[in-house]
C-alpha cells in the first residue's frame, strides 16, 4: 500500500500519494511550462515554435480528450 504523506509545497500540510497536493501539482506543473517557454523564447524561438507545434500535434491526435 502507498503511504500517504504531506505535500512538498512549502507551508501546504495537505496530504496525497505524490510529491505535492493535487492543487500544487497543477501550479507547480504550469511553473514548470512557464518557465521552459520563458527559457526557449531566450533561448531559441524555433524551439519554442517546434514545442508548440508538438503541443498541438497531440491535440489534434487525441480529439477526445480535447473537446471535453
Ligand atoms: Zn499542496
Redo the contacts with the bound molecule.
Keep these: 500500500m502507498p503511504m500517504l504523506h504531506g ?1 512538498a ?1 512549502p507551508g ?1 500540510s ?1 496530504f496525497t500519494l505524490s510529491t ?2 493535487v ?2 501539482e497543477l501550479l507547480v506543473r504550469a511553473l514548470k511550462e512557464s518557465e521552459r517557454a520563458h527559457v526557449a523564447a531566450h533561448d531559441d524561438v524555433a524551439a519554442a515554435d517546434a514545442a508548440l507545434t508538438a503541443d498541438t500535434a497531440l491535440i489534434a491526435a487525441t480529439p477526445e480528450s480535447a473537446t471535453t
Design positions: 505535500c509545497f501546504c495537505t505535492y497536493c492543487e500544487h
